[in-house]
């Protein structure tokens, strides 16, 4: 095993630097000073003459650590070697790839990037921008399993009239085929009125993918009638238009950031926010005067 010199400083770590070198052989060492090295320095690649000890390099991680890796020089022709530090660089892909993991797991429970980002200053500060390209590639990189079984499908109501009569359009697309399913007017709309057409025109056996708006009563009829074999999305046209619709028809370019903060949330506006991010720095010199704040709103947003 190799050999750890403890002092003061470092004897409560004894642990931890087991942890990170307990895979190494008895021909090497940690030193006093926090060198990782060998013993006995190796022989010259280059003429093979024993080579001697010759201090250190840092090798540092922001936030993270530091570690000396030891140098070797040959008496005979001056050459230079260092110490192989992969491990040191296979302990940070390591950790990283766990903040990865802790971000999949914040998302799909529906934590947001900046949500992830502040919970992240407690444990290793993260920026939003890097939290979301680390959770991007990892979702990549990810093998979804394709099933052909599964039948998209967006379900929609119109209120037409039929003279004096309120009348309830129920309709049923494939989202893949681009095909009108059933489209059928009925005298009411009620949950059972649903459930018969929904019975009637889909396969309740088959795992199904459903796109609605938001009716609080679609989540309980489609259980009801679909179980565990339903996916329910709601529409992103109808959540983009909350977003839009809780900002003024004018908003300042504050007002625009945020819109787009929230609308990132189900579609990446990362340019947009950029964007915005550089004229919020230019509206503060002109805000405080209302004439000159409009005439430059008018103008960016052309």
């Known amino acids: 095993m190799v050999t750890i010199n403890l002092t003061l400083n470092n004897f409560s770590e004894l642990h931890a630097l087991l942890d990170v070198f307990g895979c190494f052989g008895n021909d090497y060492e940690y030193t006093t000073r926090g060198i990782f090295r060998r013993k006995i320095p190796p022989v ?28 070797y020089k ?9 110490e192989d530090y992969s491990f040191w660089e296979d302990m940070k892909t390591l950790l990283f790839d766990t903040f990865n993991d802790f971000f999949q797991l914040l998302r799909y429970h529906n934590v947001s ?6 919970l992240m200053d407690f444990i290793y500060p993260r920026s939003r921008s890097t939290i979301f390209r680390a959770f991007y590639k ?26 004096r009569c309120q009348k309830y359009r129920l309709t ?3 989202a893949k ?24 025109n889909l396969d309740a056996s088959e795992p199904v993918f459903i796109v609605t708006d938001f009716d609080k009563r679609y989540p309980d009829i489609l259980k009801e009638i679909f179980r565990d074999k339903l996916v329910h999305q709601y529409c992103l046209m109808h959540l983009n238009k909350l977003i839009v619709n809780d900002f003024p028809k004018n908003t300042t370019i504050e007002q625009e950031l945020l819109k787009y903060r929230l609308l990132s949330i189900f579609y990446n506006r990362e340019n947009e926010i950029k964007f ?4 919020q720095s230019e509206e503060l010199n002109v805000i405080n005067n209302k004439e000159k704040h409009q005439e430059w709103i008018c103008f960016v947003l052309k």
């Open 44 to 71: 010259c690649s280059i003429c093979n003459t024993p080579m001697v000890h010759n201090g250190y390099n840092p090798h540092t991680k922001d936030g993270l650590g530091e570690i000396n890796i030891g140098r």
């Open 74 to 82: 040959c008496s005979n022709c001056g050459s230079t070697h260092e």
């Open 113 to 118: 990037y900046d949500g992830i980002s502040d």
């Open 138 to 163: 990892e979702m990549e990189q990810e093998t979804i399993p394709y099933s052909e079984n599964i039948h998209m499908v967006h379900y929609d109501e119109q209120h037409p009239k039929e003279g």
């Open 172 to 174: 049923l697309l494939d």
């Open 177 to 200: 085929a681009q095909r009108t399913i059933a489209d059928e007017l009925f005298k009411d709309k009620s949950p059972e009125t649903i459930k018969e057409f929904l019975k009637k």
């Open 276 to 279: 915005l991010q550089k004229l």
